[in-house]
């Protein structure tokens, strides 16, 4: 009888996902129609003008591809990136970021996600992190939440090293129960933002920092 009901529990916990995830598929569809169709000056014409996002195929897997010209040099920009400690002050979906092993370059980092548009919904899982300075930072799941995360930070010097492009690449396979096209369809609301969280950011520090020279 307990194991009848456990199974009965699990059928209809794996039902109900199911059945949210294709109200939120229906939503999106939706939200994409009608943003695409809306005036120039309206809400919803502004949220798309966000970073684009594009898909490449990178190992194998289908990564999701955004990009954004940050104005302030490359060690700014690498300066917020590389500060695990403070990440959860600068980026709004990240709510945990607990580094538990520091081998200089290489870090082993406990992250707790919670996706816009989702109340109490978090994922936790445990990442290896790869830093080369200045420029590029790539990471993967070792465990937890999802059956793969991976993705990279890239930083290129631009305008004579007073911007930076930035490059964010990000996989993730949810499993069966998570669809590749549940999972795009957070991404589109969520690379974006944090894009822009790095953005402001960095831009920030960097007119502190100028200020701060031109002072002394």
């Known amino acids: 009888m307990k ?13 109900r996902f199911v059945a949210i995830a294709v109200t939120l598929l229906a ?10 169709n809306a005036p120039a000056n309206s809400p ?27 104005s302030a040099p490359i060690e700014q920009v690498w300066k917020v990136l590389a500060d ?22 290489t870090k082993v980092a406990r992250q707790v996600i919670a996706p816009s548009g989702m109340p109490g919904t978090t994922y ?7 830093q080369t300075a200045p420029s590029f930072i790539e990471w993967h799941r070792l465990s937890g ?8 930070w890239k930083l290129e010097s631009t305008d004579s090293g007073h911007s930076t492009m930035v490059t964010y690449g990000s996989y993730i396979d949810g499993g069966f129960f998570l669809p590749q096209a549940l999972i795009k369809h957070q991404a589109r609301k969520d690379l974006p933002s944090t894009l822009l ?3 402001n950011q960095a831009e920030l520090n960097n007119q502190i920092a100028s200020r701060a020279a031109a002072i002394q």
Do not use: R
């Open 145 to 152: 939440d999802f059956k793969a995360v991976e993705g990279f």
């Open 27 to 36: 939503i999106s569809s939706a939200s994409f129609v009608y943003a695409s």
């Open 197 to 199: 969280a790095l953005k």
């Open 84 to 105: 695990l400690k403070n990440a959860t002050h600068v980026f709004p979906v990240l709510k945990k970021c607990d580094v538990l092993e520091d081998h200089g370059t």
């Open 3 to 15: 194991f009848y009901l456990l199974t009965s529990i699990k059928k209809l916990t794996v039902i």
């Open 44 to 70: 919803q014409a502004q949220s798309a003008a966000k970073p684009a996002l594009t898909e490449e195929v990178l190992k194998g897997k289908p990564y999701v591809i955004t990009k954004m010209l940050v």
């Open 124 to 130: 936790d899982y445990v990442l290896t992190i790869q």
